[in-house]
């Protein structure tokens, strides 16, 4: 019943830029800690950006000034908004909605190729 559901994923250039939307259902979403991950080829997957249930936020030093991750909790929604792409910014993308106190729960991801 719990459902995570990544888009916004395609193909870019170089210093363009993506919008990622991950839309939760069957939970309530307002609790949930969001995160978003990545996962190159042939890479370890990696914490991108997170979000708390109370909006405070992080990120990963590789991104930091490029990506910004917000939430909208009337949607059951959270974003990644990634900005001036690099080729090393190609991975799967996935986003986790977890409680200290529960299970966490992730989606299937969405792929993202950015082009040199």
């Known amino acids: 019943q719990v459902q995570l559901v990544e888009s916004g994923g395609g193909l870019v250039q170089a210093g363009e830029s993506l919008r990622l939307t991950c839309a939760a259902s069957?939970?309530?979403?307002?609790?949930?800690?969001m995160d978003w991950f990545r996962q190159a080829p042939g890479e370890q997957r990696e914490l991108v950006a997170s979000?708390?249930?109370?909006?405070?936020?992080n990120y990963a030093d590789s991104v930091k000034g490029r990506f910004t991750i917000s939430r909208d909790n009337a949607k059951n929604t959270v974003f990644l908004q990634m900005n001036s792409l690099k080729p090393e910014d190609t991975a799967v993308y996935y986003c986790?909605?977890?409680?200290?106190?529960?299970?966490?729960?992730w989606g299937k991801g969405t792929l993202v190729t950015v082009s040199s």
């Open positions: 986790r909605a977890y409680r200290s106190t529960g299970f966490d729960y």
């Open positions: 979000i708390t249930s109370g909006s405070r936020t």
């Open positions: 069957g939970v309530i979403f307002r609790l949930y800690n």
